[in-house]
């Protein structure tokens, strides 16, 4: 390797910055999913006031529902009754430890598919547990964040044991509601008609025949008028010849508009 090559070298070693390993910890847990756990059924079993009030706090903060017993047999039954989605079990109890719990569930079929997650600040204890791991899912040890109980919670969701509800942050989708039907409009009934105005016929007035031969020829035409009839129409005289019309024709004839055609 050449000189220069030597120097390059060492000086991208030097500029190279290492990432601390507790800030990769925590770029990691970022990227973690998250899961939703409100609703979620927990029971606490543990003697101690102050971690059943502080673990229940942040699990309150999260929407979960929290029941809690004092020791192993009242933790055994509470349970078999209310069938919770998890448990977090303290070791060290007063009467029977929280091995012997954990035994007795895992032999009731009510209770022997819980998650469980055993917790205890006494170093024994915990060095037992590792040892034992007699059908426990996790170990926490106290104190503990409330990022720790949740990482816990959230890697029984990811290993299957706990069921996974909806994501957390995530937007319920309003239900798409169908549209209600439109009621039938009823059919439009047709407006009734006024009856059609009869059609009058032309009536020929029964004039005396002298009174006819009488008339001039301005009254007789006066008289067509009358019966809605044009004097000088050679059609409508045609036509008072085909229909017999005696009083037409001659007052056709007084009036003297229309052309007699042999």
Do not use: W
């Amino acid at each position: 390797m050449s000189l220069i090559r030597q120097i390059r070298s060492i000086l991208t070693k030097n500029d190279a910055v290492p990432v601390p390993a507790e800030e990769t910890v925590q770029t990691e847990r970022r990227r973690q999913k998250r899961y939703s756990h409100k609703g979620r059924k927990i029971l606490i079993i543990d003697d101690s006031p102050t971690i059943v009030a502080s673990l229940g706090k942040i699990l309150h903060s999260a929407g979960c529902h929290i029941t809690e017993a004092r020791d192993a047999e009242s933790g055994i039954d509470v349970a078999g009754a209310t069938r919770p989605d998890l448990i977090f079990l303290d070791i060290v109890l007063p009467g029977m430890n929280g091995f012997a719990a954990l035994r007795q569930m895992r032999r009731d079929e009510a209770t022997s598919a819980i998650p469980v997650i055993m917790i205890s600040g006494n170093e024994q204890a915990t060095e037992q547990f590792y040892a034992k791991r007699i059908g426990a899912d996790d170990f926490m040890k106290k104190p503990f964040s409330r990022h720790e109980v949740f990482a816990r919670i959230e890697a029984l969701v990811t290993a299957g044991k706990l069921g996974q509800l909806e994501d957390a942050g995530s937007e319920k989708k309003p239900a798409v509601v169908a549209p209600s039907p439109s009621p039938k409009t009823p059919p439009v009934e047709a407006t009734p008609q006024p009856p059609a105005a009869p059609r009058l016929e032309r009536r020929t007035p029964h004039l005396p025949n002298d009174a006819v031969a009488r008339m001039t020829p301005l009254e007789a035409r006066q008289q067509l008028a009358s019966m809605g009839l044009q004097y000088f129409s050679q059609e409508q005289f045609a036509a008072a010849v085909k229909r017999a019309d005696k009083l037409a024709v001659d007052l056709f004839i007084i009036g003297g508009g229309i052309e007699i055609r042999a």
